[in-house]
């Protein structure tokens, strides 16, 4: 009789999440301009989707390293207020430094777990979540713990990749890790980067989460680079998942698994550099 996979430990996933997060912030901080420049466009229109206006209070959920939090925050104004939220005590104290070094005092940040806010009902105008929902093992338990930290009329915003087809640049490296690793495909339903980016999905979650109208858009991100082997640095330095995926790998495999990433990212090299499809989606609803 085949072995039955083992269920799905959301505490466990949580507490490696923050753990992985408190290592790798600082690295993700570095790559920061790489990483707002991958993303700019659909912080950009979760931003303008969310409606932010001047005076407002903003709760940025998953804030990581700064983004997009400090956007929020100048949208906001000096009169608004913008608190920043992470799984990772390590995460937000560099979000925290950010918007000190750009003099942004209407920025706070509290590590928090985004599926259970220690924040009261109705204070919030609007909710923002960049590329952090999907990780969530509880998504519909988020969404109605930020639906109830918002007003009346408030308006939820996220970014999320789409499917893996239209994200190479995590769909061949997670592929090439899963085989060399011998890790079994992800189950359905469990968090991950392509989690809510099939057709319908997000604007299911929405739904579920008591919010009203969602919407989608689709924002293309290709990610632009020197070179495949800076590709590899950023994978190596930031995106922790994969590191985490080939861990129990002595040193020497792992070595060899980057060496057959960077040469299958090569593909994507030109004269022009290195540019590698990627996709999101942004959503809104409204509470």
């Not at 993303?39 to 932010?52: N, Q, S």
């Not at 009329?153 to 085989?179: C, H, K, L, M």
């Not at 999905?201 to 579920?208: A, G, H, I, S, T």
Request: glycine content about 10%.
């Amino acid at each position: 009789m085949a072995d039955q996979p083992s269920p799905f430990d959301a505490a466990k996933y949580k507490r490696a999440q923050r753990e992985q997060w408190n290592k790798d912030g600082a690295a993700w901080r570095r790559w920061n301009p790489v990483l707002d420049r991958w993303y700019g466009d659909a912080t950009r229109e979760m931003l303008d989707l969310a409606r932010i206006q001047p005076g407002q209070r903003i709760l940025d959920v998953a804030a990581g390293a700064g983004e997009p939090a400090v956007s929020a925050a100048e949208r906001v104004g000096p009169d608004g207020y913008v608190l920043a939220t992470d799984l990772s005590e390590g995460i937000v104290a560099l979000a925290l430094e950010v918007a000190r070094e750009r003099g942004l005092r209407q920025i706070e940040t509290r590590a928090m777990d985004g599926e259970k806010l220690d924040l009261p009902d109705a204070s919030f105008d609007a909710v923002l979540c960049r590329l952090g929902l999907m990780y969530m093992p509880h998504p519909v338990t988020a969404l109605r713990e930020w639906r109830r930290a918002l007003r009346a009329g408030g308006r939820v915003a996220v970014v999320v990749f789409s499917t893996p087809e239209r994200n190479a640049w995590g769909a061949i490296p997670a592929s090439i890790i899963r085989r060399r690793a011998q890790l079994p495909p992800p189950a359905a339903g469990q968090p991950g980067p392509f989690a809510l980016g099939g057709p319908g999905v997000l604007e299911d979650v929405f739904r579920q989460g008591g919010f009203a109208g969602p919407e989608v858009r689709t924002v293309p991100a290709p990610l632009r680079m020197a070179s495949a082997a800076e590709y590899v640095r950023l994978a190596r330095e930031a995106f922790g998942a994969f590191n985490a995926m080939m861990a129990h790998l002595p040193p020497q495999e792992r070595e060899s698994v980057w060496d057959e990433v960077e040469g299958a990212m090569r593909s994507f090299e030109s004269a022009g550099g290195f540019e590698v499809p990627g996709e999101c989606l942004v959503g809104t609803a409204t509470k």
